[in-house]
């Protein structure tokens, strides 16, 4: 059973650019979260998505937007891309009805932006 | 809001020896309250968590957790820490059920042998 995978695994733009991840919940899950990791902090709640709806969203400009497909997997995308975007952003999945409060976690994507 | 304060940025101890990585969360109600393992360049794996009930709670890889209300933490413990043990934790709260999760700062574990 595959856990919760993340493409790609490292990215480089540039200042002004869009970036769009993807994350593939574990098997079972129909709830995915995304957070963004700067160096040397923890993870900060970006948003969630739930039957394809965005559920919850933290401080983030709209800059952040996300999409879930019928599959329940996800996309974030990041527009007009600044230099404190880089981070590693992780996407984590849970079972919205049987356990919802354990969330699985992807290894993340590294994102520079130069 | 939730907050979270991990105040040893970094610890180190010895292999054999015993381990507490502290944890204040600051929330109003009970909250849901977690820890998770980070090693390097790798997600988080979840080691144990607390929703109600049993103020001690068993985790993964011999970790435990002992929730005090009255100080508003939820410290990890270990009681013979190994090498393999040497990474980054995180102590996170939840305010309700399938909610966001709130993220300290972390504490690096250092293993010396």
């Known amino acids: 059973d595959a856990g919760v995978t993340q493409s790609p695994t490292h990215l480089i733009k540039t200042r002004g650019q869009q970036v769009t991840l993807r994350c593939s919940p574990k098997?079972?899950?129909?709830?995915v979260s995304w957070y963004q990791q700067a160096l040397g902090q923890g993870p900060q709640f970006i948003f969630q998505?739930?039957?394809?709806?965005?559920?919850q969203r933290g401080n983030f400009p709209d800059r952040f937007s996300g999409h879930q497909f019928p599959n329940y997997s996800s996309e974030l995308n990041v527009n007009a891309l600044l230099l404190g975007d880089s981070a590693l952003y992780l996407c984590?999945?849970?079972?919205?009805?049987?356990?919802?409060?354990?969330?699985?976690f992807g290894p993340g994507t590294r994102l520079t932006v130069l | 809001a939730q907050s979270v304060t991990q105040p040893d940025i970094h610890i180190t101890v010895s292999e054999g020896a015993s381990l507490e990585l502290r944890c204040n969360y600051s929330?109003?109600?009970?909250?849901?309250l977690f820890w998770y393992v980070q090693s390097p360049g790798q997600g988080l794996q979840l080691l144990l968590k607390?929703?109600?009930?049993?103020?001690l709670v068993q985790g993964i890889k011999g970790f435990e957790a002992e929730f005090k209300r009255s100080q508003s933490s939820f410290n990890l413990r270990k009681p013979s820490v190994h090498w393999s043990d040497a990474a980054e934790y995180f102590c996170?709260?939840?305010?309700?059920?399938?909610?966001?999760?709130?993220f300290g700062a972390g504490t690096i574990l250092r293993v010396k042998s």
């Open positions: 929330y109003g109600a009970t909250p849901y």
């Open positions: 998505y739930y039957e394809e709806e965005e559920r």
């Open positions: 607390y929703f109600s009930g049993d103020t």
């Open positions: 996170a709260v939840g305010a309700v059920s399938g909610n966001k999760l709130v």
């Open positions: 098997s079972g899950h129909d709830t």
């Open positions: 984590a999945s849970s079972p919205r009805a049987s356990d919802p409060d354990t969330q699985y």
